[in-house]
């Protein structure tokens, strides 16, 4: 294996030099290391190294990467982290044996039509640190993936199908603009490191409590109140909340007002515990409306008494202490677990540690 590295205080003069020694290794140089040489262009002349395995060209001034690169089939590492490209490059798709992809540091806004096509062997992108306001379906082509880091961008939102990577593991997205996190991220059965310090997400969705392997999470900075029921089961290791007006126990005197249901929500209570007791009429009924099946598929249990509403008639909050297991934020003594309830009746029922949501007007 031929290695050809040159060091940031080489000259540029140098570096072509050695590039020349590197391109007489032909097929047998396997590494060509050309960081922090002030590089305005890739060179062209790699398309002659058809065994490169991998390729460094940190710290340049690189806008564009050449259409010969197509011809680097066999290249495991890429970095162009510190250039000045502005999109993920579409040449990208031909090079099917990359497993490692750094582009953090450049002007990306947008990636190239086709560019994730090819790359069914990535393990590692990093895209920290670029103009990113969105990342396209076609993300969920990246089949191997397990590293994923997009720190310091502008997402304000992920794609659904970004959920659909089965293999990732490790999942960044510190210091963006995201609001939420699609339901779709139940989907993660693999993840165990998430990272969202500083977005503006309000709510995490119930799906997140499927996350059976997660066991790091940061939400720091956000604005998050209280967490889906169930959170508390998860099996973290490390859990940080800090920066979060999350509820607090503090309880205030409410009317009561009795609810009145609709004709649907009566309906649909009815059939949704009637189906639970296993009523042979309305299973066999069922399978012949769909529009009923749809409706019945969005129903709830109730905290309390287990039973199955539709609509949410009142919202709670559950203050459980964290897991002794987790590794927490130092001010952390209760989590607010969310839990809905299906009338006054199972209200009155409720625990010391349940309390109505209300907003309280200041004076």
Known sequence: MVTFSLFYFSSKPMAERLLVRALKGGKNTKIVTLNGKKITKMPSTLEKLPGLKTL?????????????ISTLTQLTSLNLGNNLLEEVPEEMKYLTSLKKLHLFGNRIHRFASGACDGLQNLILLSLNNNQLTWIPPEVSRLKSLTYLSINHNWLASIPRELCFLK??????????QLICIPEEIKFLKNLQKLFLVRNNIEVLPEGFCDLINLRSLDIAGNVIQIFPSGFQNLKLREFYCEENPLLMKQPVHAVKQEGVWRLQEITSRFIMNQLAEKNLF??????????VRNIISQGRKC?????????????????????KNWKISRNLQLVPLRILICSYKCFN???????GIAQVESR
């Open 56 to 68: 460094d060209l940190q710290n340049n001034r690189i806008p564009k990467v050449c259409p010969e």
């Open 303 to 323: 905290a309390i008494c287990g039973k199955s509403f539709l609509a949410v008639w009142l919202e709670c909050v559950e203050f459980v202490p964290p897991s």
């Open 167 to 176: 293999n990732l593991s490790e999942l960044q997205l510190n210091y963006n």
């Open 349 to 355: 029922q409720r625990g010391p540690n349940v309390f």
């Open 282 to 291: 309305l299973m066999q009924a069922f399978e012949w409306y769909p529009q």
